[in-house]
């Protein structure tokens, strides 16, 4: 399954962004998924999980009570609608996808990447 990003953008801070993650050639049945993100000079964080077979949300304690992961019925797109947005929010936005129903927190625990979109929030 291939993954697209979209919905980045600059915002000032307070801001909301709603982040879509789309899939081709497949679906996310079958699939948790999850939202990282990369700092200019640190490394890729866990934001957003989301198993399959249920949908159980799990945050990053930094997000918990901001940001919002879900996704459509269709199975198509996973969404992450950020709110109260903090300029220590800035970072290129991955979303990730596997098979197992694990609520993974690490990089190399997911087999498909998006390319990233850039959120870049302003003080």
């Known amino acids: 399954v291939q993954l697209q990003a979209s919905g980045g953008g600059l915002v000032q801070a307070g801001d909301s962004l709603r982040l879509s993650c789309t899939a081709s050639g497949g679906t996310f049945e079958g699939h948790s998924a999850a939202w990282f993100r990369q700092a200019p000079g640190k490394e890729r964080e866990f934001v957003a999980g989301?198993?399959?077979?249920?949908?159980?949300?799990f945050y990053a304690d930094s997000v918990k009570g901001r940001f919002a992961i879900s996704r459509d019925n269709a199975e198509i797109a996973i969404y992450l609608q950020m709110n109260s947005l903090k300029p220590e929010d800035t970072a290129v936005y991955y979303c990730a996808a596997k098979t197992t129903r694990a609520a993974d927190r690490a990089p190399a625990d997911y087999n498909y990447w998006g390319q990233g979109t850039l959120v870049t929030v302003s003080s």
């Open positions: 989301i198993t399959r077979l249920g949908g159980y949300a």
